[in-house]
Protein backbone atom coordinates (compact mmCIF):
# COMPACT_ATOMS: atom_id res chain seq x y z
CA UNK A 1 0.00 0.00 0.00
CA UNK A 2 1.49 3.46 -0.91
CA UNK A 3 0.63 5.86 1.80
CA UNK A 4 1.01 9.25 0.25
CA UNK A 5 -2.89 9.92 0.69
CA UNK A 6 -2.65 9.45 4.52
CA UNK A 7 -0.02 12.51 4.85
CA UNK A 8 -3.19 15.32 5.56
CA UNK A 9 -3.91 12.93 8.59
CA UNK A 10 -0.36 13.73 10.21
CA UNK A 11 -0.16 17.42 9.21
CA UNK A 12 -2.28 18.49 12.06
CA UNK A 13 -2.61 17.72 15.71
CA UNK A 14 -4.80 14.86 17.12
CA UNK A 15 -6.38 13.22 19.21
CA UNK A 16 -8.38 11.22 16.40
CA UNK A 17 -11.45 9.41 15.86
CA UNK A 18 -10.61 6.44 13.54
CA UNK A 19 -13.78 4.48 12.43
CA UNK A 20 -14.07 1.44 10.78
CA UNK A 21 -17.34 -0.10 9.07
CA UNK A 22 -18.98 -2.25 6.98
CA UNK A 23 -21.23 -0.42 4.40
CA UNK A 24 -22.64 -3.35 1.89
CA UNK A 25 -26.58 -3.32 2.26
CA UNK A 26 -27.63 -6.19 0.18
CA UNK A 27 -30.09 -7.79 2.94
CA UNK A 28 -33.61 -6.18 3.57
CA UNK A 29 -33.36 -4.74 6.92
CA UNK A 30 -30.10 -2.95 5.76
CA UNK A 31 -31.76 0.20 7.02
CA UNK A 32 -31.97 -1.10 10.54
CA UNK A 33 -28.64 -2.59 10.45
CA UNK A 34 -27.24 0.66 9.79
CA UNK A 35 -28.80 2.42 12.55
CA UNK A 36 -27.66 -0.07 14.65
CA UNK A 37 -24.15 0.05 13.22
CA UNK A 38 -24.25 4.41 13.80
CA UNK A 39 -25.66 3.78 17.28
CA UNK A 40 -22.18 1.41 18.49
CA UNK A 41 -19.87 3.86 16.79
CA UNK A 42 -21.35 7.00 17.86
CA UNK A 43 -21.25 4.90 21.59
CA UNK A 44 -17.36 3.61 21.29
CA UNK A 45 -16.53 7.34 20.62
CA UNK A 46 -18.07 8.38 23.54
CA UNK A 47 -17.26 5.48 26.12
CA UNK A 48 -13.28 6.33 24.25
CA UNK A 49 -13.77 9.81 25.23
CA UNK A 50 -14.04 11.90 22.18
CA UNK A 51 -15.61 15.25 22.04
CA UNK A 52 -18.80 16.01 21.37
CA UNK A 53 -18.18 17.70 18.00
CA UNK A 54 -15.59 15.60 16.77
CA UNK A 55 -18.27 12.43 17.70
CA UNK A 56 -21.19 14.67 15.70
CA UNK A 57 -18.76 15.30 12.71
CA UNK A 58 -18.06 10.96 12.29
CA UNK A 59 -22.18 10.54 12.50
CA UNK A 60 -23.39 13.24 9.93
CA UNK A 61 -21.03 11.69 7.51
CA UNK A 62 -22.16 8.19 7.97
CA UNK A 63 -26.02 9.54 8.11
CA UNK A 64 -25.73 10.69 4.16
CA UNK A 65 -23.90 7.73 2.84
CA UNK A 66 -24.42 7.05 -0.49
CA UNK A 67 -26.62 4.17 -1.39
CA UNK A 68 -25.37 3.59 -5.00
CA UNK A 69 -22.14 2.34 -5.26
CA UNK A 70 -21.02 1.56 -1.92
CA UNK A 71 -17.77 -0.06 -1.26
CA UNK A 72 -17.59 -3.04 1.23
CA UNK A 73 -16.38 -1.21 3.85
CA UNK A 74 -15.42 2.76 4.52
CA UNK A 75 -12.56 3.99 7.18
CA UNK A 76 -13.28 7.56 8.80
CA UNK A 77 -10.57 9.30 10.58
CA UNK A 78 -11.63 12.99 12.01
CA UNK A 79 -10.21 15.22 14.40
CA UNK A 80 -11.16 19.33 15.04
CA UNK A 81 -14.47 18.44 14.45
CA UNK A 82 -14.03 17.59 10.96
CA UNK A 83 -14.08 14.51 9.04
CA UNK A 84 -10.39 14.92 7.49
CA UNK A 85 -10.52 11.89 5.28
CA UNK A 86 -13.03 9.24 3.85
CA UNK A 87 -11.20 6.28 2.60
CA UNK A 88 -13.00 3.29 0.58
CA UNK A 89 -11.75 -0.10 1.64
CA UNK A 90 -11.77 -3.26 -0.95
CA UNK A 91 -12.75 -5.47 2.49
CA UNK A 92 -15.41 -4.78 4.86
CA UNK A 93 -14.28 -4.96 8.65
CA UNK A 94 -14.94 -8.06 10.40
CA UNK A 95 -17.01 -5.48 13.27
CA UNK A 96 -17.63 -1.97 13.04
CA UNK A 97 -14.58 -0.53 15.23
CA UNK A 98 -14.31 3.39 16.63
CA UNK A 99 -11.26 4.58 18.50
CA UNK A 100 -10.16 7.48 19.89
CA UNK A 101 -5.96 8.30 20.23
CA UNK A 102 -3.77 10.33 20.06
CA UNK A 103 -2.53 9.38 16.55
CA UNK A 104 -4.96 7.91 14.08
CA UNK A 105 -5.08 4.37 13.96
CA UNK A 106 -4.81 3.74 10.50
CA UNK A 107 -2.66 0.09 10.60
CA UNK A 108 -5.98 -1.80 9.78
CA UNK A 109 -6.08 0.52 6.58
CA UNK A 110 -3.33 -1.64 5.17
CA UNK A 111 -5.33 -5.08 5.16
CA UNK A 112 -8.80 -3.39 4.26
CA UNK A 113 -7.66 -1.46 1.92
CA UNK A 114 -5.89 -4.00 -0.55
CA UNK A 115 -2.45 -3.97 -1.89
CA UNK A 116 -3.47 -3.93 -5.42
CA UNK A 117 -1.18 -1.55 -7.74
CA UNK A 118 -2.58 1.54 -9.29
CA UNK A 119 -3.29 0.62 -12.87
CA UNK A 120 -3.21 2.96 -15.92
CA UNK A 121 -4.97 1.25 -18.82
CA UNK A 122 -4.56 2.50 -22.37
CA UNK A 123 -7.00 1.89 -25.09
CA UNK A 124 -5.10 1.45 -27.98
CA UNK A 125 -6.72 1.64 -31.59
CA UNK A 126 -5.26 3.23 -34.80
CA UNK A 127 -6.84 6.27 -34.27
CA UNK A 128 -4.78 7.16 -31.15
CA UNK A 129 -5.31 5.98 -27.35
CA UNK A 130 -7.45 7.23 -24.46
CA UNK A 131 -5.72 6.62 -21.30
CA UNK A 132 -7.47 5.54 -17.65
CA UNK A 133 -6.43 5.53 -14.28
CA UNK A 134 -7.67 2.72 -11.57
CA UNK A 135 -6.98 2.79 -7.96
CA UNK A 136 -9.38 0.62 -6.44
CA UNK A 137 -12.49 1.09 -6.60
CA UNK A 138 -11.85 4.53 -8.72
CA UNK A 139 -11.56 5.33 -12.36
CA UNK A 140 -10.00 8.52 -13.18
CA UNK A 141 -9.67 9.41 -17.32
CA UNK A 142 -6.22 10.97 -17.72
CA UNK A 143 -6.05 12.16 -20.99
CA UNK A 144 -6.18 11.23 -24.73
CA UNK A 145 -3.62 10.51 -27.63
CA UNK A 146 -4.21 11.52 -30.93
CA UNK A 147 -3.26 9.82 -33.55
CA UNK A 148 -1.59 11.66 -37.01
CA UNK A 149 -4.13 12.01 -39.78
CA UNK A 150 -3.63 10.15 -43.10
CA UNK A 151 -5.38 10.16 -46.38
CA UNK A 152 -7.95 7.47 -46.91
CA UNK A 153 -8.62 6.89 -43.23
CA UNK A 154 -11.91 4.90 -43.41
CA UNK A 155 -11.40 2.89 -46.28
CA UNK A 156 -12.45 -0.65 -45.96
CA UNK A 157 -10.63 -1.85 -49.08
CA UNK A 158 -7.05 -1.39 -50.21
CA UNK A 159 -6.34 0.26 -53.61
CA UNK A 160 -5.26 -2.30 -56.02
CA UNK A 161 -3.34 -0.15 -58.92
CA UNK A 162 0.10 0.82 -59.36
CA UNK A 163 -0.14 3.16 -56.57
CA UNK A 164 -1.08 0.71 -53.73
CA UNK A 165 2.73 0.26 -52.68
CA UNK A 166 2.73 3.92 -51.73
CA UNK A 167 -0.85 3.63 -50.44
CA UNK A 168 0.14 1.03 -48.16
CA UNK A 169 3.78 2.52 -46.79
CA UNK A 170 1.96 5.58 -46.09
CA UNK A 171 -0.95 3.82 -44.52
CA UNK A 172 2.20 2.16 -42.41
CA UNK A 173 4.15 5.66 -41.80
CA UNK A 174 0.72 6.98 -40.22
CA UNK A 175 0.39 4.04 -37.81
CA UNK A 176 4.19 4.06 -36.79
CA UNK A 177 3.88 7.80 -36.34
CA UNK A 178 0.49 7.41 -34.46
CA UNK A 179 2.09 4.61 -32.03
CA UNK A 180 5.05 7.28 -31.22
CA UNK A 181 3.01 9.73 -30.53
CA UNK A 182 0.35 6.96 -27.92
CA UNK A 183 4.13 5.94 -26.48
CA UNK A 184 5.04 9.29 -25.33
CA UNK A 185 1.70 10.21 -24.18
CA UNK A 186 1.90 7.27 -21.58
CA UNK A 187 5.88 8.15 -20.92
CA UNK A 188 4.54 11.73 -19.89
CA UNK A 189 1.67 10.43 -17.62
CA UNK A 190 3.21 8.01 -16.21
CA UNK A 191 4.96 9.29 -13.19
CA UNK A 192 2.48 11.65 -12.77
CA UNK A 193 -0.10 9.08 -12.65
CA UNK A 194 1.73 6.93 -9.62
CA UNK A 195 0.60 3.77 -11.48
CA UNK A 196 2.63 0.74 -10.88
CA UNK A 197 1.22 -1.26 -13.83
CA UNK A 198 0.28 -0.59 -17.21
CA UNK A 199 -2.28 -2.66 -19.14
CA UNK A 200 -2.49 -2.14 -23.07
CA UNK A 201 -6.14 -3.15 -24.46
CA UNK A 202 -7.07 -3.18 -27.52
CA UNK A 203 -6.04 -4.08 -31.20
CA UNK A 204 -3.55 -6.43 -31.00
CA UNK A 205 -1.15 -5.09 -33.88
CA UNK A 206 -1.22 -1.59 -32.18
CA UNK A 207 -0.76 -2.55 -28.87
CA UNK A 208 1.90 -4.92 -29.65
CA UNK A 209 3.46 -1.96 -31.65
CA UNK A 210 2.95 0.44 -28.44
CA UNK A 211 4.56 -2.31 -26.27
CA UNK A 212 7.86 -2.44 -28.34
CA UNK A 213 8.33 1.27 -28.19
CA UNK A 214 8.20 1.69 -24.73
CA UNK A 215 10.94 2.47 -22.91
CA UNK A 216 12.00 -0.06 -20.41
CA UNK A 217 11.28 0.96 -16.98
CA UNK A 218 7.77 1.19 -18.44
CA UNK A 219 7.89 -1.81 -20.48
CA UNK A 220 9.08 -3.73 -17.28
CA UNK A 221 5.49 -3.19 -16.01
CA UNK A 222 3.44 -3.48 -18.73
CA UNK A 223 1.02 -6.41 -19.96
CA UNK A 224 -1.47 -7.00 -22.84
CA UNK A 225 -4.80 -7.78 -22.36
CA UNK A 226 -6.89 -9.68 -24.68
CA UNK A 227 -10.06 -8.35 -24.10
CA UNK A 228 -11.72 -4.72 -24.29
CA UNK A 229 -10.85 -1.86 -26.54
CA UNK A 230 -11.74 1.67 -27.25
CA UNK A 231 -15.00 1.33 -28.70
CA UNK A 232 -18.11 1.20 -26.31
CA UNK A 233 -19.56 -2.24 -25.20
CA UNK A 234 -16.07 -3.87 -26.19
CA UNK A 235 -15.71 -6.32 -23.91
CA UNK A 236 -15.30 -4.64 -20.85
CA UNK A 237 -16.61 -7.27 -18.29
CA UNK A 238 -13.55 -9.31 -19.58
CA UNK A 239 -10.81 -6.87 -19.82
CA UNK A 240 -12.07 -5.83 -16.22
CA UNK A 241 -11.15 -9.44 -15.39
CA UNK A 242 -8.15 -9.56 -17.15
CA UNK A 243 -6.68 -6.25 -14.89
CA UNK A 244 -7.96 -7.90 -11.89
CA UNK A 245 -5.57 -10.96 -12.42
CA UNK A 246 -2.46 -9.07 -13.59
CA UNK A 247 -2.81 -6.46 -10.38
CA UNK A 248 -3.07 -9.76 -8.08
CA UNK A 249 -0.09 -11.13 -10.10
CA UNK A 250 1.82 -8.06 -9.74
CA UNK A 251 1.02 -7.84 -5.91
CA UNK A 252 1.97 -11.52 -5.33
CA UNK A 253 5.28 -11.19 -7.14
CA UNK A 254 5.99 -7.96 -5.12
CA UNK A 255 5.24 -9.39 -1.85
CA UNK A 256 7.53 -12.57 -2.91
CA UNK A 257 10.30 -10.28 -3.82
CA UNK A 258 10.12 -8.09 -0.73
CA UNK A 259 10.36 -11.67 1.58
CA UNK A 260 13.22 -12.26 -0.05
CA UNK A 261 14.96 -9.32 0.68
CA UNK A 262 14.05 -8.89 3.40
CA UNK A 263 14.94 -12.40 4.84
CA UNK A 264 18.93 -12.46 2.80
CA UNK A 265 18.97 -8.73 4.83
CA UNK A 266 17.97 -10.03 8.44
CA UNK A 267 20.55 -13.13 8.16
CA UNK A 268 19.92 -15.89 10.43
CA UNK A 269 17.62 -15.83 13.02
CA UNK A 270 18.60 -14.00 15.92
CA UNK A 271 21.51 -12.46 14.29
CA UNK A 272 20.04 -9.62 13.22
CA UNK A 273 18.62 -8.38 16.80
CA UNK A 274 21.89 -8.99 18.16
CA UNK A 275 23.61 -7.33 15.47
CA UNK A 276 21.43 -4.02 15.78
CA UNK A 277 22.58 -3.11 19.27
CA UNK A 278 25.92 -2.50 18.82
CA UNK A 279 26.33 -1.85 15.14
CA UNK A 280 23.08 -1.13 14.37
CA UNK A 281 20.55 -2.95 11.43
CA UNK A 282 21.60 -4.26 8.12
CA UNK A 283 19.71 -4.33 4.76
CA UNK A 284 16.46 -5.22 6.91
CA UNK A 285 14.97 -4.65 10.30
CA UNK A 286 12.87 -6.56 12.32
CA UNK A 287 11.61 -6.05 15.97
CA UNK A 288 10.26 -2.50 17.26
CA UNK A 289 13.83 -1.72 18.93
CA UNK A 290 15.19 -2.22 14.91
CA UNK A 291 12.17 -0.76 12.79
CA UNK A 292 12.17 2.16 15.51
CA UNK A 293 15.63 3.35 14.88
CA UNK A 294 15.35 2.65 10.90
CA UNK A 295 12.45 4.69 10.89
CA UNK A 296 13.71 7.42 12.68
CA UNK A 297 16.26 8.05 9.96
CA UNK A 298 14.32 7.61 7.38
CA UNK A 299 15.82 4.46 6.31
CA UNK A 300 12.79 2.37 5.74
CA UNK A 301 11.98 1.54 1.64
CA UNK A 302 8.79 -0.49 2.54
CA UNK A 303 8.12 -1.71 5.95
CA UNK A 304 6.26 -4.71 6.43
CA UNK A 305 3.36 -5.73 8.43
CA UNK A 306 1.62 -9.10 10.09
CA UNK A 307 -1.83 -9.26 10.47
CA UNK A 308 -2.72 -9.30 14.53
CA UNK A 309 1.05 -8.70 14.79
CA UNK A 310 2.21 -9.35 18.36
CA UNK A 311 4.94 -6.33 18.49
CA UNK A 312 1.95 -4.07 16.35
CA UNK A 313 -0.11 -2.83 19.45
CA UNK A 314 3.12 -2.28 22.01
CA UNK A 315 3.47 1.15 23.38
CA UNK A 316 6.50 3.59 22.30
CA UNK A 317 6.93 7.45 22.70
CA UNK A 318 6.50 9.90 20.00
CA UNK A 319 6.65 13.58 19.64
CA UNK A 320 5.21 15.96 17.26
CA UNK A 321 7.47 15.59 14.55
CA UNK A 322 6.57 12.75 12.25
CA UNK A 323 9.94 10.85 12.38
CA UNK A 324 9.76 11.41 16.43
CA UNK A 325 9.51 7.92 17.68
CA UNK A 326 11.41 5.74 20.44
CA UNK A 327 11.36 2.49 22.28
CA UNK A 328 11.78 4.58 25.94
CA UNK A 329 10.41 8.13 27.22
CA UNK A 330 14.32 8.78 28.23
CA UNK A 331 15.36 8.22 24.73
CA UNK A 332 12.56 10.69 23.28
CA UNK A 333 13.05 13.23 25.98
CA UNK A 334 17.12 13.13 24.58
CA UNK A 335 15.87 13.59 21.11
CA UNK A 336 14.73 16.98 21.94
CA UNK A 337 11.25 16.05 22.58
CA UNK A 338 10.01 17.89 25.70
CA UNK A 339 6.91 16.09 26.28
CA UNK A 340 6.62 12.05 24.89
CA UNK A 341 3.68 10.69 24.80
CA UNK A 342 2.54 6.82 24.00
CA UNK A 343 1.10 6.00 21.05
CA UNK A 344 0.76 2.31 19.32
CA UNK A 345 3.68 1.43 17.62
CA UNK A 346 2.63 0.05 13.95
CA UNK A 347 0.71 3.89 14.42
CA UNK A 348 3.69 5.57 14.76
CA UNK A 349 5.54 3.74 12.25
CA UNK A 350 3.14 4.10 9.86
CA UNK A 351 3.22 8.02 10.29
CA UNK A 352 6.98 7.68 9.87
CA UNK A 353 6.65 5.78 6.59
CA UNK A 354 4.43 7.89 4.97
CA UNK A 355 6.20 11.17 5.81
CA UNK A 356 9.42 9.19 4.50
CA UNK A 357 7.58 8.18 1.11
CA UNK A 358 7.68 4.15 2.31
CA UNK A 359 5.88 1.69 1.24
CA UNK A 360 3.67 -0.95 3.30
CA UNK A 361 2.57 -4.52 2.68
CA UNK A 362 1.02 -7.24 4.46
CA UNK A 363 2.29 -10.66 5.03
CA UNK A 364 -0.78 -12.99 4.99
CA UNK A 365 -1.02 -15.77 7.30
CA UNK A 366 0.63 -19.01 6.37
CA UNK A 367 3.84 -16.31 4.87
CA UNK A 368 7.03 -16.40 6.62
CA UNK A 369 7.36 -12.39 7.45
CA UNK A 370 9.02 -10.87 10.44
CA UNK A 371 9.01 -11.80 13.76
CA UNK A 372 6.51 -10.18 16.24
CA UNK A 373 5.13 -9.05 12.70
CA UNK A 374 6.77 -5.88 12.22
CA UNK A 375 9.55 -5.56 9.71
CA UNK A 376 11.21 -3.47 7.00
CA UNK A 377 13.73 -3.56 4.16
CA UNK A 378 16.11 -0.83 3.98
CA UNK A 379 16.72 2.27 1.38
CA UNK A 380 20.64 0.86 2.48
CA UNK A 381 22.51 -0.28 4.76
CA UNK A 382 24.44 0.35 8.11
Known amino acids: MELAFLKPLFARPGPWASVYIETTRATEDAAKIQQLRDRSIAGQLIDAGADGYTTRAVMERLAHEPVAGTPPGRALFAAGAEVVLDVPLVLAPPAGEATWSLLPHVSPLAALRGDAPACLVAYVDRMGADLELREGHDRTTVS ?47 PMSGAELLVLAGDARERRAVHNRLPERVRDATVEAESGGRSPGSAMAALDHEIERACETYARDRLHRTLERFHRGRGKPGEHREASVDTGPGEAAEGIPAVVDAARNHQVATLLLTPEAADAGRQVWIGPGVDEVAVQRGEARAMGVPRPEQARADDALLRAAAAADCDVLVVPEGMRGPAGGLGAVLRWSM
Do not use: L, M
Open 144 to 190: EARGKEWQGRGHRGVPTDRYEWHYRNKVENSWNETADIIVAEIVRQW
